[in-house]
């Protein structure tokens, strides 16, 4: 471990923990959608990113293949998503947001731009810039450590 304040990991590991119960991620599911936190974040990176298959995905969310699928097939069977075929390789089937699907991504930004925005209504601008770029170093940095981990299977 780098030669850091364990007060200051200490510190930033309970408001990590804070704000994954403060977002609802430790609830059955997430963001009044009755969807897993896996299925949300299925939706929001389809519609974000468009049509990926799901190994993809799997490998997008650092989600295990076989729980990818299962998912996948519980959206598929709820009309949210669609599978097909890439006309130039038959095995490859990308996933696609259904209408339902865009429905469901649009009430999801909803409701997360409406979680954000009445948490940042209670700090100053400058506050509130701070908390974009602090979050978006420290996701960066928690990407690059992942990155930088030897694999598990060597």
């Known amino acids: 471990m780098p030669d850091l304040d364990i007060a200051l990991i200490d510190g930033i590991r309970s408001a990590s923990r804070q704000m994954v119960r403060e977002l609802g991620f430790m609830e059955a599911t997430v963001a009044a959608s009755g969807y897993p936190p896996s299925a949300v974040h299925t939706i929001l990176e ?15 969310l650092h989600l295990e293949k076989s729980s990818v699928s299962r998912m996948v097939h519980k959206l598929i069977e709820a009309g ?15 996933l696609s947001l259904t209408a339902k699907g865009q429905r469901t991504l649009a009430m999801l930004h909803d409701f997360g731009r409406r979680q954000v925005a009445g948490a ?3 700090l100053s ?20 450590d992942r990155e930088a981990a030897p694999a598990l299977d060597e």
Do not use: N, W
């Open 46 to 60: 389809i519609g974000l990113r468009g049509p990926m298959t799901a190994m993809q995905l799997a490998e997008f």
């Open 80 to 94: 949210e998503l669609r599978e097909t075929t890439d006309p130039i390789d038959a095995r490859s089937k990308p």
């Open 120 to 122: 940042l209504a209670h």
């Open 125 to 144: 601008k400058a506050e509130q810039r701070t908390v974009c770029e602090g979050l978006r170093l420290y996701a960066a940095a928690l990407k690059a």
